[in-house]
């Protein structure tokens, strides 16, 4: 579902799960997601944890300059250094740095400076679980979803999937959709059933359905609508 809205390389996550170094074997996608978050939380300003692998020191810009002026004989600049930004778009953070004060969100500048990065290509933000990210922040859930809507999906016309583990919220009217997950069983024998609750503008023709999750992949049932 995710891929079939933006690209795995456009897919931004925040969570509040632990380290992810055990899940690389696994999925090594996950490994490449966070090489580049590390780079764009570096290029920002951040506290950017050391690299999983040494790789060549990153080119000052006073190199990089000596380097431009220096090759004469080119009239094609050399590229630039890892984690230099040259995009003109950017999100303003007034709103967010209101929000959060000095509380360190370092998770979510790696999201804005990475979704300008990308623009004006589509991209994907996940909060996972909504709930307890703004329990470490000491924040509402309605506060963070009305910035992320504002900042996100207005300004750079990113996609925002919000996962909540209730249902039933008073918050519906924030989001343009709200789909429920139900599991049966456990262990070896996974199953679960799909609601579509809310599609602004979408018309519903079938609300459920069943799916299952297999070495990590999500795959709906067909035949079988719900339980």
């Known amino acids: 579902m995710a891929t079939a809205t933006a690209a795995p390389d456009r897919i931004f996550y925040v969570g509040t799960r632990g380290p992810n170094e055990p ?10 997601a966070d090489e580049r978050d590390r780079r764009v939380l570096g290029a920002s300003g951040g506290t950017a944890p050391p690299p999983l692998t040494a790789g060549p020191a990153p080119q000052s810009a ?7 002026l220096g090759d004469k004989g080119s009239s094609i600049p050399p590229p630039p250094p890892p984690g230099y930004h040259t995009s ?11 929000l959060l004060g000095t509380t360190p969100h370092d998770e979510l500048r790696v999201v804005y400076k ?6 004006p290509k589509k991209c994907l933000v996940v909060i996972n679980r909504v709930d307890k990210v ?3 922040f000491g924040i509402s859930e309605e506060s963070l979803i009305q910035l992320l809507h504002k900042d996100l999906c207005e300004s750079a016309k990113a996609n925002l999937l919000i996962v ?14 709200v789909v429920s997950l139900k599991e049966f069983g456990g262990g070896m024998v996974f199953l679960g059933q799909i609601s579509l609750d809310k599609l602004s503008g979408v018309k519903i023709k079938q609300p459920k359905y069943l ?17």
């Open 23 to 32: 899940l690389y074997s696994k999925y090594p996608w996950l490994q490449v």
């Open 62 to 68: 006073r190199d990089l300059l000596d380097s431009i």
């Open 88 to 98: 003109a778009f950017s999100i303003d953070t007034t709103r967010l740095e209101q």
């Open 114 to 119: 990475g979704v300008e990065e990308i623009f």
């Open 134 to 136: 703004c329990a470490k």
């Open 164 to 177: 909540w583990n209730k249902s039933g919220t008073d918050l519906d009217h924030l989001v343009g959709g």
């Open 211 to 227: 799916y299952n999750i297999l070495d990590g992949r999500f795959k709906l049932l067909q035949g079988i609508t719900h339980m």
